[in-house]
C-alpha cells in the first residue's frame, strides 16, 4: 500500500490516519494524547510506538486508509507519520525509532543501550535542520501562523530525506554533531561527581544538583520512571518541572496525577526574600514549570527549550529549605492516592484541587 501524507486541514477529504493528534472523521487515530481513541491493542508511551504496533497489526480497522496526517511537527509525531509511510524500512528499524520517539517527546535515554547515539543523532538532526530551516518548537504564533497549518512544509522536507538519516547517520553530521557532542559533554556532568541525584519513588520526583543548567536529553536523560524533576543549580537556582510522560496516556506504568503547583508557588512566595515571584503553569500545560520570574514573561517556545538557554534567577531560599518544601507539599497533594493508568483530565482536576483546599 502506497500512503501520502496529507496537511491536516485535509484529514476530511479522504479517509485519513491521524498520528499524535485527534481530529474528528479519522478513520484511525494513533496518539498518547490522553483520552486518544487508540484502539485499546495499539495504546503505547508515544504515538511512534502505537504506529509501530499497528503496522505489526495489519487487520486493524483503519489502517487500510491511504492519507496519514498530524497536527504538529515533532519527533514522535513525525517518526510515527513516516513510519506509516515506509512500514518495512520502520519495522527493519523499529528499536531504534522507538528509542528516538522518546528521546524526542520525554528527554529520557538510556545512555548505555546499543543504540543510543543513533538515537540521540537522529533527534539532534531533526531538532537541528528543523530551527535552522523553518522555526523552533511552538514557534508558529511568532511568525502568526497556525502550527498545523506551518508545519506541512515541515513534514513536506523531512520525509523524503529521513530514510537516508536513518541507514547512515554520517550524511547528516555536519547538522546533528553540534547538539550531539553538546548533549554528551552534559551527560558526562550528570555522570559525574559534580551531580548528586535523591529519588523519592512514592511521588515520582527525582532531584538533580548539578552545577549550571543543562541540555534536557542530558538532565532528563537518566529519570526514566519519574514523573517531575526538581532542577538545583548552583547558586541558589530552582526549576521544578512536571514531565510530559503525565500529560499523556503512558502505557507501560501506572502514574500519578498531576498536581496544581500555585499553592506551592504560593508557598514559596512567602519565604522569597529575594524580590522576585515565584510563578507556576497550569496543569493542563503540556510541561508545566515553577520557577522564579523574570522581568519578562517566558513563552511557550522559550520554556520548552533547554534549561541552559533560559534565565534561570537567584533565589533567597536555601537548597535544603527549597527540596523540603517541595517534597511535604507533594506528600500531601498525594496522601491517599495510588498510582494507575489513563487517568482522565477530570481526575487530574479532581486531585489538583485537593491542593487548593
Not at 155 to 172: D, I, K, S, V, Y
Amino acid at each position: 500500500m502506497n500512503r501520502y501524507y496529507v496537511p491536516f486541514a485535509q484529514l476530511r477529504a479522504q479517509p485519513t490516519i491521524v498520528v499524535d493528534s485527534v481530529g474528528l472523521g479519522a478513520a484511525l487515530t494513533l496518539a498518547h494524547w490522553r483520552g486518544a481513541a487508540t484502539p485499546a491493542a495499539l495504546r503505547d508511551d508515544t504515538s511512534a510506538g502505537s504506529v509501530l504496533r499497528a503496522l505489526h497489526r495489519p487487520e486493524t480497522p483503519g489502517l487500510d486508509a491511504q492519507a496519514v496526517t498530524a497536527n504538529h511537527f515533532d519527533v514522535d509525531g513525525f517518526i510515527g507519520v513516516w513510519a506509516l509511510l515506509n512500514p518495512g524500512l520502520a519495522l527493519q528499524h523499529e528499536e531504534l525509532l522507538r528509542l528516538a520517539a522518546t528521546l524526542g517527546d520525554f528527554r529520557e535515554l538510556d545512555r548505555n543501550h546499543p543504540l543510543a547515539d543513533h538515537a540521540l543523532q537522529l533527534v539532534c538532526w531533526l531538532n537541528a535542520e528543523e530551527k535552522t530551516r523553518f522555526y523552533e518548537p511552538f514557534g508558529a504564533p511568532a511568525l502568526r501562523r497556525r502550527e498545523d497549518e506551518a508545519s506541512a512544509e515541515k513534514f513536506a522536507w523531512f520525509l523524503p530525506r529521513f530514510a537516508e538519516m536513518l541507514q547512515n547517520p554520517t550524511a547528516g553530521q555536519a547538522a546533528w554533531a553540534p547538539g550531539f557532542r553538546r548533549v554528551q559533554q552534559a551527560a558526562t556532568v550528570v555522570q559525574g561527581p559534580a551531580t548528586r541525584r535523591t529519588d523519592y519513588p512514592e511521588i515520582g520526583l527525582t532531584i538533580m544538583r548539578t552545577p549550571q543548567p543543562l541540555p534536557y536529553y542530558a538532565l532528563f536523560g537518566p529519570t526514566a520512571g519519574f514523573d517531575i524533576v526538581l532542577s538545583v543549580y548552583g547558586g541558589h537556582r530552582y526549576e521544578l518541572e512536571c514531565k510530559y510522560t503525565t500529560w499523556v496516556d503512558l502505557q507501560s506504568r501506572a502514574t500519578l496525577p498531576r498536581l496544581t503547583l500555585a499553592p506551592l508557588a504560593a508557598h514559596l512566595n512567602a519565604l522569597e526574600t529575594g524580590g522576585r515571584t515565584w510563578q507556576a503553569d497550569g496543569p493542563t500545560d503540556t510541561g508545566p514549570l515553577l520557577r522564579l520570574a523574570g522581568p519578562k514573561k517566558l513563552s511557550k517556545a522559550q520554556r520548552y527549550a533547554d534549561p541552559d538557554g533560559r534565565p534561570i534567577h537567584r533565589s533567597a531560599i536555601a537548597p535544603e529549605d527549597f527540596e523540603r518544601t517541595v517534597v511535604a507539599f507533594l506528600r500531601r497533594g498525594y496522601q491517599g492516592i495510588q498510582p494507575k493508568k489513563y487517568w482522565t483530565w477530570a481526575e487530574v482536576k479532581t486531585a489538583s484541587l485537593r491542593t487548593s483546599a
